[in-house]
């Protein structure tokens, strides 16, 4: 089935920097890869998704790499902000159609 | 807001209790699924139905049942329940059911087992 590992599980930066957290996976046959942000006592929430047909996706401040050859994708932050703050998820979709989630990554920017 | 309506937000159970989860989607979707967040097992997949039929099945327990009605909105039951049952119950929908489809999440719905 689909696994996929995210790290680092926490992040702290300083307001202004920027954070990374990457995912790695193992089925080839992935080709949906979406990121959640979820803030405490609230429903994840989709910040920006990346399809396999496509490189590197950007949003404002959020940008979204993918590398099938090496099995990894990555969110980019830049400018980070204390309202970043959250635990972010990568997921994936590939055979098994639903979504396979990471453990999370506690981001945290100081001011 | 997701659109992803899910009731009640918080309930407290006692042990070998059955309750039941309820779920609006996003108007317009005619899927939805239903994950288990607990802090050790992080999101993990249970159960998908599209239009009213079971479409796939994760990590759910035979204790647990789910269905999806003509208008669409879905329920969750979870019976005999135990301690290691307390998490958070998140409903989501989409569109359609097929892969890469974009997937909103509802605010939850969090159980307690005492």
């Known amino acids: 089935g689909e696994n996929v590992e995210q790290h680092p599980s926490t992040l702290s930066v300083q307001e202004g920097d920027s954070a990374v957290i990457k995912c790695t996976y193992s089925d080839s046959a992935s080709n949906y890869f979406p990121w959640y942000k979820q803030e405490l006592g609230k429903g994840p929430q989709l910040i920006i998704d990346?399809?396999?047909?496509?490189g590197e996706k950007k949003d404002q401040r959020i940008a979204v790499t993918l590398n099938k050859t090496a099995k990894h994708f990555s969110l980019h932050i830049t400018e980070t902000q204390p309202e970043d703050s959250a635990v972010y998820f990568c997921a994936l979709s590939g055979s098994a159609r639903q979504l396979t989630f990471g453990s999370g990554t506690q981001l945290t920017v100081l001011p | 807001d997701s659109g992803v309506t899910q009731t009640p937000k918080h309930l407290i159970t006692a042990t070998g209790q059955r309750v039941t989860l309820r779920c609006s989607p996003r108007?317009?979707?005619?899927?939805v699924y239903w994950y288990q967040q607990s802090l050790d097992q992080g999101l993990q997949f249970l159960i998908q139905y599209y239009n009213g039929e079971e479409r796939a099945k994760g990590n759910i327990l035979e204790r647990f049942s789910a269905q999806q009605f003509p208008d669409l909105h879905s329920e969750l039951n979870l019976s005999s329940l135990e301690l290691g049952d307390s998490a958070l119950y998140f409903c989501?929908?989409?569109?359609?059911?097929?892969?890469?489809?974009?997937?909103?999440f509802g605010e939850g719905s969090w159980l307690t087992v005492v």
């Open positions: 989501a929908s989409s569109a359609f059911p097929g892969q890469g489809n974009t997937i909103y």
């Open positions: 108007s317009g979707d005619l899927s």
């Open positions: 990346i399809r396999s047909n496509v």
